[in-house]
């Protein structure tokens, strides 16, 4: 038993250490390659997208100018022209309606010697005649059922001896 | 063997260092890269849409070409002094009226009325900018899509002619003039009518005395007229957004008309003395 040597040899202590250095040897420069690797990667990625991004913006503007063409310009100016029109159509009304107004609603015992329709200020100034005030008082209540409102202005008699009355008639 | 224990533990230090200080940025920038690739491919989808429909919308007025013309002719692109005369001489001639003058005045658009106002707006806003650097003048806009919806604003840059009319007839005449005046194929619109019976005053002894049912017309007439429309780049209107233009319009139109004059072709004699006839 005295010659049982329980001590190990120095040479295979440094066998089993070298193997673990070597190992982390690998895995350090597989760690380096592998962070470097992503981050390249990543920056050629970056690069492909920028040229991606080129070629769309490129695809944009020739579209765009497809836009801005005379083909679109006769669109948009046919459309202006139309709605211009539209709205025309719906609020220019016919001149004779007042007139049509002024027709059906005259007595016979008055008549005009002045009809002037202004469209600003959406009123028709009118000098009737007639024989008395009484005809002129009806003739407003006849107007006033075809305007929205009568004002009476100035009152003259005529060289013939008729009344001669300014009359204010709003749309 | 110091170093080779040191490689590890250093080479992490160097990755974890390597995957914060570049690799994250990298990839936040990839990210927001991949983003804008996303909002552009919309963004073209979107022109490319429109570019189509502004293809369809004009081979439909290709389809249309007479309704075109009808629009032109009733609203034209230039002033046409030219036309409001011959148009308003050939329905009088037709009413039986005689047409005694004709008075033309520019009426200038919108547009260029705000000019002289708009200068100014501008000088202050400028003025605003410089002492104030966080104004809205002074604020970069962020980025914008490839294409900006416009309003087109017509009434805006429409531009405009009164002719005052003066005509002398029976009634019926006169009323017969401005009703196929307002069914002519020129816009227009009736801005003053006057009937009166011609005062005697206003006859000079040697012109004969006139019918006791003449009366005197003055009429102020607008004729309208739009310069050609012209869309600035990377903007578009409502209608690139339709594939048909709506004709229901210029079918009411053609209803309305009534009253169709032929345009003017003259054919000029060239002679040396334009003072001789």
Known sequence: MSNINLSQSPESSLKASGGILDKSLGISIGLLILAFGAYFGLLFYGKTLDSNLASINANIETEKKKIASDQANRVVDFQDRLDVIGKSLKSNMPPSDNLAKIEASMLPETRLSEYSYDMEKQAIQTTVIAESFKNIAEQIVAFKKVFSNVSVGDTSRSEDGKLKVDMTLSL | ?????????????????????????????????????????????????????????????????????????????????????????????????????????????????????????????????????????????????????????????????????????????????????????????????????????????????????????????????????????????????????????????????TSTVAPLDVTPSPRPNPFIQ
């Open chain 2, 1 to 257: 063997m110091n170093a080779k224990m040191l490689l590890f533990p250093l080479s992490l230090i160097i990755a974890i260092a390597v995957g914060i200080f570049w690799i994250q940025p990298a990839l936040t920038e990839v990210l927001d890269k991949r983003a804008t690739i996303d909002a552009a491919n919309q963004n073209l989808q979107q022109v490319q849409t429109i570019a189509a429909n502004v293809a369809v919308l004009s081979r439909n007025l290709d389809d249309n070409v007479d309704r075109e013309q009808l629009v032109a002719t009733y609203f034209p692109k230039m002033q046409d002094d030219e036309r409001m005369i011959d148009v308003s001489n050939f329905l009088a001639s037709e009413s039986g009226i005689l047409l005694s003058s004709v008075k033309m005045e520019q009426i200038k658009s919108e547009l260029v009325q705000s000019a002289a106002t708009r200068q100014s707006a501008q000088e202050e806003i400028r003025e605003v900018g410089e002492v104030s650097p966080t104004s809205a003048a002074a604020t970069a806009i962020a980025l914008s899509p490839a294409l900006t919806l416009v309003q087109s604003s017509p009434e805006t840059r429409m531009r405009a002619e009164d002719v005052t009319l003066s005509v002398l007839g029976r009634y019926e005449q006169i009323k017969m003039f401005f009703e196929k005046l307002y069914r002519s194929n020129r816009l227009n619109q009736f801005r003053m009518i006057s009937i009166q019976v011609p005062s005697a005053t206003s006859q000079t002894p040697d012109e004969p005395t006139l019918s006791p049912d003449i009366l005197q017309g003055t009429f102020t007439v607008r004729f309208s007229f739009l310069p050609l429309t012209s869309l600035a780049e990377g903007t578009y209107v409502p209608i690139f957004e339709k594939t048909a233009f709506n004709f229901q319009t210029v079918d009411e139109l053609q209803g309305m008309i």
